[in-house]
């Protein structure tokens, strides 16, 4: 190549290859995204995130939580849970079915499950395949009793209870900043509102992580956090620290705005809703 | 003194000031980042000293620590090295040096912006794009500034003939504009919705952090390599076959398996970084037949060691990266310090160090004046390879052993971090002996700079003082 703009044309080939690739397909299948319609509901998502979690997102941002938490559940595929939701008239037919089903077919059972099937609903079988799912299911409903095939998502993260199902495009639609991380110093936050979702015990691990979790290597972030004489009354929002964590005496930790607003980002984090791209069949706990 | 000579020694001083400001901001970003890093690394080791200030956190200093290195030393210090190249190789000297003098001024100040803004809160929260607006649009123009001057002084070359250098170098220099336009607008200026901004700064990390990187220590590596072996480089095709490979399953790929994104982004990436195995073999084979065996200069520690050591690096840190994307290993070593490992050895063990080796070979060249402690410049080679080496293995063989625990739901998340902090506490170490590398480093750019502003003083002091004389003789 004698010429520098055979190069020059060349390179700029290439270059704009992968500019279409990586940046105009996205952007023509996903720029116009919308909400999408919950499975088996009549709800779309996801919904916009709250104003104040909105601004908490940004609190997220400049401090780089992206540095060390990630926002990607992951999911290796999906299983079948076989769930027993009444016994029946005849409870020992049913436990004689199952318990014929699992010496002869080699049903896999966890560890800690026994032969028993006690009261119910009960998970009998979990994380198998769809026919053994649909065999175990063929035989208990021949011998009275009524059962339900749980669609669930299974991987590690799942398994730690990181999530429902992994994360889709959706889930981040309506965030300005996207903030996917890459690296997990500290666990996956897509669903820590869910699970974790009370917001005292999320101020307390933003000032104090090691009052809540001992081993925790997260910096303290005492900054979003103002320690002040208790005036006439203590505040409402002052923090309830346990010992060993406690401000001085006739001091009091109130959290400022910005903990208060990146605390409800953290508790707006879900994912937890069934989706066409990220199926499984939510539990609905029954009431007492 | 030949005509040639007087030539190339125009040649060089043509290059004198912009290199001296380019390469001595560099030395000083090159401090800064590396001081950064060990003071991110410190808050695994003592969290809770950290928490009273923002700018203490680990998500401040890291990507402060990141852009200083990448910002801060790299691309300047590639700038530099691409300048000098193409004045070189075209035996044309560089005019209006004034030119690329203000826009390095720029780049440093837009780097200066850049950091403060990070610590004060104003980061975009994108890796490897932290910068806010304000930074990076001084950054843009200067490149810009600096990018067409190479080129000015490349297409009014005086060897009309191209050089492998010459087009790695070349597609470097349109490559970054491309690119930080494309994630700047897309991103920060009007951002696009949801995770396509997750993609293009995916992209954008990529196409920076291993294809500039790497087309720029690579055309560097392919200009010194036949110098200092005192054989051609071996050969013309081979290179011209990795080029364009490079290029083109390089710039495709950065999506990591499994992000949240419509699957064939990732699946594309992934086919593409298993396809990089070609330039890299091709890469291979022109460093051992060049190199190898050739009754050149000996490495003694200096410019062809370091160049050398770099160019070892980068097959080592292209293999790590190839490996990351296949899918098996990938999903061990997904969200893992082993990212990290990849990144440093491409950035400072590859990258970083064939420009040190550019550097040492070019300045005094340049200036005119020699190295004030020439001695400190092998223990500088020995420290920063002992550092990288340290830094890399350590985050490396942490992050297969992390990536095992986050793989098995039945240890506890916190085993894995702590499982983590033996390797943590090595890798400081590492950070320990490259910063020492680093200071090394930027005290003989640092005593050469003094020395060229010292001898300017004299000259003009000089020119100021004999007029006088020869007055008051006749007076």
Known sequence: ?288 | MTVNETQTDKIDASCRVPLLVLFGGAALWLVVGSLLALAASLTFHMPDKFGDCPWGTYGHLQPAADDALLYGFCIPAGLGVALWIFARLGQVPLRGALVPVIAAHLWHVGVLVGLVGIFVGDSTGFQWLEFPRGGSALLFFAYLLIGLWALMNFSGRREVGMFPSHWFLVAALFLFPWIYSTANILIVGWPVRGVVQAVIAWWFGNNLVFVWTSLVGLGTAFYFLPKFSGRPLQTYFYALFAFWTLLFFGSMRGVPAGAPVPAWLPTLSSLNSLMLVVPVIAIAIIGWKTVVGAAGQECKGGSFCMVKFGYVAFILSALLLIAQSCPVIGRLTQFTWFGTAQTQLQLYGFFAITMFGAIYHILPRAVGIEFAFPKLIRVQHWLAMLGVFILVASLAVGGVEQGMKLNNPAVAFADSTKAMLMFLRVSTTGLLFILLANLLFALNIFVMILAWKWSLVKSVFAFVISPLNKTEVKA
């Not at chain 1, 495009?169 to 009370?198: C, K, M, T």
Request: net charge negative.
């Open chain 1, 1 to 288: 190549m004698k010429n520098g703009f055979v190069i020059f044309l060349a390179a700029f080939a290439m270059m704009f290859t992968s500019w279409s690739a990586f940046v105009l397909g996205p952007q023509l299948q996903l720029g116009r995204e919308k909400q999408v319609p919950v499975l088996n509901s009549t709800e779309v998502y996801p919904r916009s995130r709250p104003g104040e979690a909105n601004q908490g997102l940004q609190i997220y941002r400049v401090n780089g939580c992206a540095a060390c938490h990630t926002e990607q559940v992951q999911q290796d595929g999906v299983a079948c849970d076989l769930v027993l939701t009444s016994v029946g008239k005849n409870e020992a037919a049913v436990r004689n079915a199952f318990e014929d089903g699992v010496k002869q077919n080699n049903w896999p059972l966890t560890p800690s499950q026994d032969l028993q099937v006690k009261g119910s609903p009960e998970i009998l079988l979990h994380n198998v395949s769809k026919e053994i799912a649909e065999a175990a299911s063929d035989k208990i409903t021949a011998a009275g009793g009524k059962v339900e095939i749980h669609i669930v998502a299974v991987g590690p993260d799942i398994a730690r209870g990181w999530g429902l199902r992994h994360s889709v495009a959706e889930d981040f639609l309506y965030d300005n900043v996207v903030q996917l991380g890459s690296l997990r110093i500290g666990p996956d936050l897509a669903d820590v509102g869910a699970r974790l979702a009370d917001a005292n015990w999320q101020l307390l691990h933003l000032y104090a992580p090691k009052s809540v979790v001992k081993d925790s290597l997260m910096p303290p972030f005492r900054y979003l956090f103002e320690t002040r004489k208790i005036g006439d009354a203590p505040s409402p929002d002052a923090l309830n620290l346990p010992s060993g964590f406690t401000p001085p005496a006739g001091c009091e930790v109130v959290p400022t705005p910005e903990a208060k607003k990146l605390v409800a980002y953290l508790l707006s984090l879900h994912a937890d809703v069934p989706l066409y791209d990220a199926p499984f069949t939510p539990v609905v706990v029954a009431k007492p």
